[in-house]
């Protein structure tokens, strides 16, 4: 099954007047008569042996391999949307992949067959030959199955390609908002940190009244064996407390 962006490339075979030619290769090709196809930058290989063929036949298809900065203009297109990254992650051709190119002022495929040169040890003329049309075909039909091909024929292989993209989205990425500073806790933070408020000091004691007699030295006069401070002592115990006299 041909892909629907390999389209436009078979139809401009279609559009040369060689229908029995290409008529015929389609057959081939469907049959299964074209090996060992290969894709390499700029070069498509195959080998082809028709039901009318004693042996099989090289055919080469050569279209021109993008360069680098073509390349990076592809790239920055297809990295800048996460979609073409995710069909292309999961094997399949984005369905846009032609307004890509186009962007970046390129076709992935070629649609004039001034784009490609062709030869086949057939050595059949003129050209394309059914070889090379069977080629043609069986060469659109792989990129129903492996869209990388398009891309390898124009000189981007798969992992290279995938690697590009990976790197453009990472650097490209915004970076994340800084955590916003911590406001500064508040008194009351504070206090539901250590828990409830200290209780308030208790008040200091009123002076007593016979700490008077306390500071003095033990006078020589008792009475009854009883010093005299502690005679007196019941009398400053009585008195009222300093401010209230």
Do not use: K
Not at 26 to 54: E, M, W, Y
């Amino acid at each position: 099954m041909t892909d629907h962006f390999a389209t436009p490339f078979v139809a401009m075979f279609e559009a040369l007047r060689m229908a029995p030619t290409f008529a015929r290769g389609r057959r081939d090709a469907r049959a299964g008569h074209v090996r060992s196809l290969s894709i390499s930058s700029s070069l498509v290989t195959a080998q082809v042996r028709g039901p009318d063929d004693t042996h099989a036949f090289r055919s080469r298809v050569a279209v021109r391999a993008f360069g680098a900065a073509e390349w990076a203009r592809v790239e920055d297109e297809l990295a800048a949307q996460a979609r073409y990254v995710a069909d292309l992650l999961a094997g399949r051709m984005p369905h846009d992949i032609d307004t890509v190119f186009r962007t970046a002022g390129l076709t992935l495929l070629p649609l004039s067959l001034d784009e490609i040169a062709m030869d086949c040890s057939c050595e059949r003329w003129p050209l394309p030959c059914v070889h090379l049309a069977a080629t043609c075909y069986a060469l659109a039909a792989s990129f129903g199955t492996d869209p990388f091909g398009a891309f390898a024929w124009r000189g981007r292989g798969r992992d290279e390609l995938l690697t590009r993209l990976s790197d453009l989205r990472s650097t490209s990425a915004p970076e994340p908002d800084p955590a916003p500073a911590p406001e500064p806790a508040s008194l009351g933070a504070v206090e539901d940190f250590w828990g409830t408020p200290p209780a308030p000091h208790p008040p200091a004691p009123a002076p007593r009244p016979d700490l008077l007699l306390d500071q003095l030295d033990a006078p020589p006069l008792a009475y009854g064996g009883v010093p005299l401070t502690e005679l007196l002592r019941p009398a400053y115990l009585a008195l009222p407390p300093e401010g209230t006299r």
